[in-house]
Each structure stands twice: as C-alpha cells, then as structure tokens.
C-alpha cells in the first residue's frame, strides 16, 4: 500500500489524532472552578431571598400593632411591654385568644411573631421570621410608642441599636453572630393624637 507524503495530508493526519490528557485537565478545571462559583452565588441568593421575605414579614407585624394602637388610642399605655420583656419567640402568650381590647390583641401579635399563620403538617407555627419577637416602648412623651421587631439573620452585619430582644441572638445557629450582628430590627413609631382639644 502506497504512503501519501503530501504536505496537505500530513498537516490533516497530525490535527486528527485528537486532544491531550493536559488539554482534557485544563478543561475539568476551568469547569469545576466556573460550577463552584455558580453554586456560590445559588447559596447568596438563596439566602438573600429569605432576608428579603423576613423583612417583608417584619414590615407587616409592624403595621399590623400599629393599626392595632391606633384603634385602640385610649388604651394605648396598656400595650407597652418594654425592651426586656418582648413578645413572641419565648413568651407565655396563650394559643387560643380570648377576650376583646389590649390583651386579645396583643396575644394575637405575639402568636403572629410566633409563626402561627402558617403550620407545617406536623401542625409547627412556620409563617414568621426565624426567633422573631416584638417590644413596644413608651418614649416618655404619653402619646408616642415605639414598636420594634427583632429577628434571627443568617449572616453578620452591623450591630443594631435597639435594645429589643438583645442578647437572645448571639450564635443561635452556629454561623458566628456574636455581639448582636445576626439580629435584625425594624421599627416604627406610634403617634396617637389628642382629639379632645382643638
């Protein structure tokens, strides 16, 4: 059988043979590299997207006292419950709510910090933020309160100055958050007019 030795033919023998095992290593890695950088970024979303719903849910137990004090201005003192003493995760707030006024809603507020909107199939309150409680502060003036929500975050950021719920954050889940960096806060104040002077 006859050998070509053409040039032309030569130059497609040697671009046939195919590729290196360096070249195949090169590859794997640039891959592995690229696929833990996208799985990285799935991890930071995920727990963005969480973040966001918490201060989403945060936003709505605020406005929800709010509403609550408001309707009920003329027993707006008997709401205050204090930075230390704060409502939800850990409390002695009832399940069942009875009764009408201040206590019945503040029962409520406590078992909505607590998670019971929505329950598992193990019948577990699951609606709320993670160690989510409340604290409503009188700010020394008889017409202004201020409502805070506290709640566990998954990262550490900067300290929060509310003293509502402080020191029940620390390493909760192992992730580091000393000194208060993984507690989330969100307040607002409470302004309740006096309508019998003109």
């Not at 900067?158 to 509502?164: D, E, F, G, L, R």
């Not at 192992?174 to 000194?179: D, L, Q």
Request: hydrophobic letters at 40%; glycine letters at 12%.
């Amino acid at each position: 059988m006859n050998q070509i030795h053409h040039p032309r033919f030569i130059a497609i023998r040697h671009s046939i043979l195919g590729v290196s095992m360096i070249e195949v290593l090169v590859t794997v890695v640039i891959l592995a590299v690229g696929l833990l950088g996208l799985a990285g970024l799935q991890m930071r979303l995920q727990s963005s997207e969480l973040e966001s719903y918490q201060r989403t849910h945060a936003l709505i137990l605020l406005e929800d006292m709010s509403n609550r004090i408001a309707a009920n201005r003329g027993d707006a003192v008997n709401y205050v419950t204090g930075a230390d003493a704060p409502l939800g995760t850990g409390d002695n707030q009832p399940v069942n709510c009875a009764g009408i006024g201040q206590a019945f809603d503040v029962c409520q507020w406590s078992n909505a910090l607590k998670g019971a909107a929505e329950q598992s199939s193990s019948a577990n309150s699951i609606g709320a933020m993670i160690g989510a409680r409340g604290c409503i502060e009188d700010l020394g003036t008889g017409d202004q309160y201020l409502i805070t929500v506290v709640w566990q975050g998954l990262i550490p950021t900067t300290a929060s100055v509310s003293n509502c719920g402080s020191g029940l954050y620390d390493d909760a889940n192992g992730s580091g958050c000393v000194s208060g960096l993984c507690r989330r806060t969100m307040s607002t104040i409470v302004r309740i007019a006096d309508l019998t002077t003109p």
